[in-house]
């Protein structure tokens, strides 16, 4: 990783490959100068701050393309650097070349996430932010975008940002009080350090949790559909996707495999899953394909499980609940081929609050069954403009800064001297700091930027 910002550097910003256009950044000091030297139209060096400006790029008397620059002046730019990006035709051939004649005319090619690296490096945006631009790039889904634009706004860092001065302002206290350690005083008032930790602590404890759904919705929800064969597991996978994907077949146990599909409900993306039958297999291929299905049904977030409201008895649902059941985990029971029964016989299937009544085949009561998904995974937890931990590196961080708290707060409590207390704090000051670039290491800025791609 290169942390320096003196030099100019240059990439590619859009996609590999043809396009209609290809955008290649510059930015540093030397931006404008360098594109200067192969580009034929106006002097770029005398042009505003956010100008666009036609021209040629040119190797000596060979024009390479009909080119538009871009100009971002220091400080208003991405990089709050110098920024050129000139928009060439899509062609690599292109790219290749006007990308090499400005290395040859004095940038450097960037490395993956210099960008954004230097956008960091300059104040543009804290850390975690410049790791939001790498959610919002990566973002397939109007949850995980919002997620990521809630981040990087700010949204996330702002609220530990306040609370960390709070604490820097007690630990400030603390530490004059080791220089008077002698005179046995307190400028830290203890009921109110003791109030704001506890504040500190309910947030943390609030993000925490939210990480559990953050990186669901990042991820995609994973959720599995079981039940015994031929119960229409396959179907209502199709009903669910609007579309014909998994086979469907009359012969118990045909979907031996899993298959995993993605299933937009309300911009959250859910990764359904079909799993083989469970059921006593018969053949060793089936066993595997039970194995499999119980293996997905543990790692699963949600799982729907699925019955033949005709063929099956009380006591065979009852063992399959039985089995499937875990504390904590959300179930929706699903009934289905009820257009093969009477209305009399639908009534009389048990009825409970997490059981809904279908015809995969149908289509019957679909549209309620996804909205049931949807709110037995998001528990009302979406929707506001609460913030959402999405990234496994702030939770730990966030998870050691409630661990040297919660010491804090001990200490407090059973009266330690204010320099264990002080240490303490400053342990827990680390590691906010961490989350939003106050606290770097050159090892965690190479893990984080190393990430993203070169042209980011
Ligand atoms: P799986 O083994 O659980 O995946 O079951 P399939 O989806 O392959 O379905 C087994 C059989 O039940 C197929 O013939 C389906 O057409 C049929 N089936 C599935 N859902 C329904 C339904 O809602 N109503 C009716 N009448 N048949 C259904």
Known sequence: MNYTTDDTIVALATPNGIGAIGVIRLSGPDAVQITQKVFKGKDLTKQASHTIHFGHIVDGDVILDEVLASLFIAPKSYTRENVVEISCHGSAYIIESVIKLLVKSGARPAQPGEFTLRAFLNGQMDLSQAEAVADLIAANSKSSQQAAMNQLRGGFSNQLKGLREQLVNFASLIELELDFSEEDVEFANRDQLKQLVVNILTILSKLIQSFELGNAIKQGINTVIAGRPNAG?????????????AIVSDIAGTTRDTIEEILNINGVNFRLT???????????????????????INQSAILIYVFDAVQTSLEDLNADLESLQRPDFPMLVVANKIDLLSEEQSENIPHSENMLKVSAKQKQHIEELKHKIYHTAIKGQLGGDETLVTNVRHLQALQKTED?????????DNPITSDFLATDIKQALHYLGEITGTVTTDDLLENIFSKFCIGK
């Open 404 to 412: 040297a708290l919660s010491k804090v707060l001990e200490g407090i």
């Open 274 to 296: 079909d799993t083989a039958g469970i059921r006593e297999a018969t053949d060793t291929i089936e066993a595997i394909g039970v194995q499999k299905a119980y293996e997905k």
């Open 233 to 245: 597991k396959s179907t209502l996978l199709n009903a669910l996707l609007n579309e014909e994907r």
